[in-house]
């Protein structure tokens, strides 16, 4: 859907609730009594969902990322609409400015919900096969009275360690018989430092299956051949690197430019999220215009697959 689509198809809140209830039916609406999805009868007056075993009502946004928000569903499509139309997302105030929100911090709150949930979708899959890691440090605000004096390099306390996974298949072209690597699902996670414990923890958790792992050789990942079927390294800096780990580097550059313009104001405690709403975009890179329904079904079944 693209922003023409987007206004012909919800101009006002009762376009919306139509949207959502006949979404909400045709997906199946679950009953929290019941633990289950189960037939349900709609109440249009009152605008709520009974179910039609134990009674139990389900508005529209009960169960939903939604639920506990007095934000209308209008502004909460508007904000779907909003995040999957730009690549590069918008900055707070330009999201308030959009949505017409009066306060900063409702739209502030509404963005991270958002970006938890697409964290939380993401955190459904993990990654098989052929795997490229790398680590970086990312520039988040602090408090200088919290932190006290400040450090320079790596172990600066205004960097904060990111863990970046990204599958990555050889494909031979059968003609020209050229070899390239093609980049399935990506993972980003904050982690508390670039040390073995850490590391294995990453892949552990983001894994499965068989696993072919690709890193450079950094003295934190060599316990990573105990929990993966092989492990490979390559030296840093050297050409062969760029070739082996050509995604999780692409992918790290890129979250970069894309935080540069914003740096000032991610602190520590949001920087996740920050992640979570960049891989969701870039593991639902070739999506286009679906995304939108992407991110409203995944706001309405946050958690299941
Ligand atoms: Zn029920």
Known sequence: MNLIDFIQHFPDEESCETFIKSFREKTGVRCKTCKDTTKHYWFSGRKFFECSICRRRTSLKSGTVMEKS??????WLTAFMLFSATKKGFSCLEFQRQLGLSRYETAFNLMHKIRVFMGKRDALYNLTDMIEYDDCYVTVATNKSEVGPLKRGKGSQRKASVAVAAESVPVENPESGHQSKVCGYFKMEVIESVDREHVNG?????TEGD?????DRNTAYVDLKDIV???FTVVSGK???NDTLRWVHKAISNLKRKLLGINHMITYKYLQNYLNEFVYKLNRRYFGEKLFDRLVLASIYPYVQ
């Open 70 to 75: 007095k934000l209308s569903l209008h502004t």
């Open 211 to 215: 696993i072919v792992l690709f890193t």
């Open 202 to 206: 990453f892949i552990k958790k983001n």
């Open 229 to 231: 079927s092989a492990h």
């Open 239 to 241: 050409e062969s690197t």
